[in-house]
């Protein structure tokens, strides 16, 4: 069955610590895996797509990478305004019509 | 004024009422989708149409039904609605060009109390 799964749940960071979320998934054929960012009261806001494994991209202090199961969402020197729930979610090849999110992780940054 | 919008933001009903959750956009995008999201569950699709004519079940369709009534317009209804479906609904939007899901932009949501 394919699936998707956050670690950790919930992660609390001062301002300037780095750290990484984890995206672990499984699923037949991988079409491509996404990270979302999603503020209190509005609705998630895309930030990366990943195809294939080694496949790294980056956004601001943001840097996405992605093995065969698992993908990582790097955090470098964050801000208090990089707080937020982030989303990873998976599309596989044999259901095209199907995306599975996981729970988020939600991520707080403390001044 | 924001791209894709949702109304109503909140709604209260009660069990067994008909309800109509509506999204439009000015993005110019012809794919749309309907998420709802529950703690703890993720986000889950209900519905997605990928042009004015093409409507297609998500995972959790039962019980919700959507009309595309325009390119701009995708509206969710739940005929009979029950406490389950008590959640926080998302409409999303998606240029046709590239692979379908890889880059939406999501409305501000609904959230639906059932009573």
């Known amino acids: 069955e394919d699936q998707v799964t956050q670690s950790p749940e919930a992660l609390r960071l001062q301002e300037g610590e780095s750290s990484s979320l984890n995206c672990s998934y499984t699923?037949?054929?991988?079409?491509?895996l996404f990270w979302y960012r999603q503020d209190p009261g509005k609705g998630p806001e895309f930030l990366f797509t990943l195809y294939s494994a080694g496949e790294e991209k980056e956004k601001e202090r943001l840097k996405a990478t992605l093995t065969k199961k698992e993908s990582f969402l790097h955090i470098t020197a964050p801000k208090p305004e990089d707080s937020a729930t982030y989303l990873c979610?998976?599309?596989?090849?044999?259901?095209?019509?199907?995306?599975?999110f996981g729970s988020g992780t939600r991520l707080s940054i403390r001044p | 004024d924001a791209d894709v919008t949702q109304t109503p933001r909140n709604r209260i009903t009660k069990t067994g009422k008909r309800i109509m959750l509506e999204c439009s956009q000015t993005?110019?995008?012809?794919?749309m989708y309907w998420y709802r999201q529950d703690p703890g569950l993720g986000l889950r699709l209900i519905y997605y149409s990928f042009d004015v004519k093409d409507i297609n079940k998500g995972e959790i369709s039962d019980g919700y039904s959507v009309s595309r009534q325009a390119q701009a317009k995708f509206s969710l209804s739940l005929e009979s609605a029950i406490p389950n479906q008590t959640a926080l609904y998302f409409c999303?939007?998606?240029?046709?060009?590239?692979?379908?899901?890889?880059?939406?932009?999501f409305g501000p949501g609904t959230r639906l109390l059932v009573l």
């Open positions: 979610a998976v599309q596989a090849y044999s259901s095209a019509s199907k995306i599975i």
């Open positions: 999303a939007t998606e240029p046709s060009k590239g692979a379908p899901w890889s880059t939406q932009y």
């Open positions: 699923v037949s054929g991988l079409r491509g």
């Open positions: 993005k110019g995008h012809d794919r």
